[in-house]
């Protein structure tokens, strides 16, 4: 059982993660999108664009992951595959949050080992895969931050 516990322990950390990681892209993004279609932009537009997309960021921070894969679709830097991810990832966060050790009432099987090992195979593949978006968000990050750096 402890195995089990360490493992949802990991998973809230790592989509932790991923809600820093799409707010930091999101903010990339935004001063980004100034200069799709331009070699330039004037300083006081770039400064003034850096400083909302700082405060979306911010904001971002304080949202559900629900919100701010809403800001992610607006934005557009994940395909629909991703977002299917991403969304995936939600449910079965919020999943584990709120119905998960009732719905499987972990009281009754509480010396199941087939089933507390079920489960524990279960919380390893989300893990996994949660661990693999944001390792993919990380290489998003670094692809957006230097772009950032080269225009700052």
């Not at 400064?47 to 800001?71: C, F, H, P, W």
């Not at 009754?108 to 693999?132: C, E, M, P, V, W």
């Amino acid at each position: 059982m402890n195995d089990l516990l360490s493992k949802i322990g990991e998973i809230i950390k790592i989509v932790q993660y991923i809600e820093h990681n799409l707010a930091l892209l999101i903010r990339y993004q935004k001063v980004l999108k100034l200069f799709e279609d331009k070699d330039s932009v004037p300083n006081d537009l770039f400064y003034e664009t850096d400083q909302e997309a700082e405060e979306i960021q911010d904001k971002l921070s304080n949202m559900t992951l629900g919100r701010v894969i809403n800001y992610v679709k607006k934005y557009r830097f994940l395909n629909n595959q991703e977002l299917n991810n991403l969304e995936n990832i939600l449910q079965k966060r919020n999943d584990l949050i709120h119905h998960y050790f009732k719905d499987k009432d972990f009281e009754k099987h509480s010396n199941n080992y087939g089933f507390i090992d079920n489960q524990t195979r279960y919380l390893t593949n989300f893990l996994n895969s949660a661990g693999n978006f944001n390792y993919y968000l990380c290489t998003l990050i670094e692809e957006k931050e230097d772009e950032y750096n080269a225009i700052e």
